[in-house]
């Protein structure tokens, strides 16, 4: 029986094959990943900017996407890629942010 054996080129691209299966998980995660920011809150007054502080409102939520501005009563949405709204919390609220006043819609 003869062996078989791996030229260099061959070794080669069987490693670059396996290093772009190995990142796709990443590639995918970069493509999914929100592409605008909701953080314009040069029009506000100095009580909405308090408010919007006090309740710790951030532009990606901590728990997820179960638990996003997008899956809040409170949350107005607009088109897609863009900033939607909150009856509670003036300004810009994007979709997959969270504020301490997170109520599941019901």
Not at 22 to 33: E, H, R, V
Not at 54 to 61: G, Q, V
Request: glycine residues 10%; charged residues 25%.
């Amino acid at each position: 029986m003869r062996k078989s054996t791996l030229s260099r080129r061959e070794m080669l691209g069987a490693t670059m094959h396996l290093a772009v299966i190995g990142s796709l998980p990443l590639l995918l995660n970069a493509c999914t990943q929100s592409k605008f920011h909701c953080d314009d809150v040069s029009g506000l007054g100095e009580d909405d900017l308090a408010l919007r502080s006090a309740l710790e409102y951030r532009d990606l939520s901590p728990h997820g996407e179960q638990k996003s501005c997008s899956e809040c009563a409170f949350y107005r949405a607009a088109k897609k890629n863009e900033c939607g709204g909150c009856t509670l919390v003036r300004g810009p609220i994007h979709p997959l942010g969270y504020c301490n006043s997170w109520a599941a819609k019901g």
